[in-house]
């Protein structure tokens, strides 16, 4: 995915910076940019994790949409080096803010679109039904695992990875989350459950 769009002047062009994801090595929770972002999910708004694809028209030169993703700190970064707080906003509100800071700063003429992309959380190792599954709203461990099907036969229940979209990584002991429904954390587009097996 691309991560940001860097342009030398006004009036030209450059090709975006392109990277991509890597395996997660850090063992760190997760931050989060807000109690009103985690609670407008399902409405529209932006969270941490989530891709969204910028386009830039009306401009003297062309300059090629750009996908994003959410950063943990619930920003974006787009061209001049420029900074957004993404998360929280609609994607109209994003837009209208992305335009007031190049416009007329930086161009005379701007047209900015921002569309969010399908929101998705995987699972995968020793459940009947690994994948992708679409995010529709809130859902913790226990129901993302549920939603692939549940456990093996063979499955380690009390070493659950779940790996955050900005690669940190927590252990969850889900027989203990079963009792005390605080450890049964919530999962966020992005995420991914790993289940390994038992030996």
Known sequence: MILGLSLLGCATDAPPKTGSFTEPVSEKTTG???????ADLSSGRIHVGDEVTVNVTDTP?????????????????????????????TSGELQEE??????????????????LQDRY????????????????????????????????????????????????QQEINCKQAIKNPKLDLEIFPGDQLYVPKRF
């Open 121 to 168: 959380f995987s699972v995968g190792g020793e459940v009947k039904l690994s994948g992708r599954f679409p995010y529709s709203g809130k859902i913790t461990v226990l129901q993302a695992i549920n939603t692939a099907g549940g456990f093996t036969d063979f499955s380690s229940k009390t070493h659950v990875k779940l790996i955050r979209s900005n690669g940190s």
């Open 61 to 89: 030169t062309q300059i090629l949409p750009v996908n994003l993703t959410v950063k943990e700190d619930g920003s974006i970064t787009l061209m001049y080096n420029q900074n957004f707080i993404a998360a929280g906003k």
């Open 32 to 38: 989060s940019v807000g109690a009103k972002a985690d």
């Open 98 to 115: 992305i335009r007031s800071r190049y416009v007329p700063k930086f161009y005379k003429y701007l047209t900015i679109s921002v569309h």
